[in-house]
């Protein structure tokens, strides 16, 4: 005999809104439905309402952990629908910024998944260390969080030449304290007790159901744009894209940390090798129609941009794809089999973002026409 858990769309194991639908039979889950949608926003729609530069800042709060590889992303793509090159300088100072971001976001991610498995004091530690990074982004820009770094055609901010002996420092602490969790992370009793064989995603399925990111490479797949795709800088830095084979909870946190040293390798070079010159070029906002996608390396995996030109100063089209959405179709199969006690940190373990996730279209029966949702299009549709 079996019975439905639901978890959410209200949940203190969830930050935000999504429906898990457990079967479970015993404490062994058998079954489990996902069902998405509860965040719609509708920013899809707010991009073509504003024209190219005002939509870096709508890129920028798509997700507030992830801000600064959306406007790359989202400015990359620009650039390329508009043929504009961004000058070396600004390239790197991207690079940089992003690196610094995926380490904040690996630390927070360490934080949250200590706090899953009530082992508080690391998710303490992990997170005072995370505000080392997050000195260095206000070092960079004045925010620690929303640095508004980047526009069409280059970067707002610059790396002074007066502050780098102080990153330099603060990242050789950074290495320091990521080595202690790597070795806490594989040698701690509770750690590999309730995250080692745990949520296993094989590499099989990992490759069936499109995996990307930290889950991906967790199982053994060497995937990671900065390297299959290589776009920025990427090209010039030297670092290693990692991989693990177990494809469980206790891997992707590997994989994770493991990053976090590699980032702080490229910030290294790229804060050596900082070339001189102009932040930004001229940017003409009337782009002729054309249309372009690009597709970039987050913390969380491969971000996607689709855009539209029509020859105005707005776009006819914006269309976001985020890593999360990549990686619901593999959750099913890191449940099944497992156990009640196990949801919040296989959950977690893909590090969710559910906020920049979800997105809503509505499909006309009569007409066969896809559109995007905005407000006044919802409230007919409820009705």
């Given amino acids: 005999m079996t019975f439905v858990l639901p ?20 404490e062994e889950i058998v079954d489990v439905d996902i069902r998405l949608g509860y965040a719609h926003r509708g920013i899809e729609e707010a991009f073509s309402r504003r024209n190219y530069k005002h939509n870096v800042y709508l890129a920028e709060r798509i997700c507030g952990i ?32 992003m690196e610094l971001e995926r380490i904040h976001s690996h630390l927070l991610w360490l934080g949250v998944a200590a706090h899953q498995i009530g082992f508080d004091t690391l998710f ?13 982004r206000e070092l960079i820009s004045g925010g620690r969080v929303h640095s508004a770094t980047n526009t069409i055609g280059g970067v707002r901010r610059n790396v002074k030449l007066e502050h780098i002996p102080e990153m330099l420092r603060r990242l050789d602490k950074l290495e320091k304290s990521t080595g202690y969790y790597a070795d806490l992370w594989g040698s701690d009793r509770t750690i590999l007790a309730r995250c080692s064989k745990v949520g296993v995603l094989s590499k099989d399925d990992a490759v069936k159901f499109c995996a990307v990111g930290p889950v991906a490479r967790a199982s053994n797949l060497k995937l990671d744009i900065r390297r299959n795709d290589p776009y920025g800088t990427y090209e010039a830095l030297s670092f290693d894209v990692v991989t693990e084979s177990e494809g469980d909870v206790w891997a992707r946190g590997t994989v994770r940390l493991r990053e976090i040293l590699e980032s702080i390798r490229i910030v290294r070079q790229a804060l050596h090798e900082l070339p001189s010159g102009p932040l ?48 619901f179709a593999s959750m099913k199969s890191m449940f099944i089999g497992g156990t009640v006690a196990e949801i919040p940190i296989v959950m977690w373990s893909i590090d969710p973002c559910f906020g920049c996730n979800d997105r809503a279209t509505i499909l006309d029966a009569r007409t066969g026409k896809v559109s995007v949702v905005n407000f006044k299009q919802l409230k007919r549709w409820r009705r």
């Fill in 280 to 327: 930004r070029v001229p940017v003409e906002l009337k782009i002729p129609p054309n249309e372009t996608l690009e597709r970039t390396e987050a913390p969380r995996g491969e971000l996607v941009y689709y855009a539209r030109s029509n020859g105005t100063e707005t776009p006819e089209r914006i269309r976001v794809r985020t890593p999360t959405y990549g990686n």
């Fill in 66 to 97: 992830c801000n600064v590889v959306h406007s790359t992303t989202y400015c990359q793509t620009i650039e390329q629908l508009a043929g504009i090159e961004p000058p070396e300088r600004a390239k790197y100072i991207r690079t940089i910024i």
């Fill in 124 to 136: 303490m530690l992990a997170w005072r260390d995370r505000e080392e990074v997050m000195d260095m």
């Fill in 7 to 26: 978890v959410g769309p209200q949940h203190p194991s969830l930050k935000e809104p999504e429906f898990f639908r457990f079967e479970v039979k015993g």
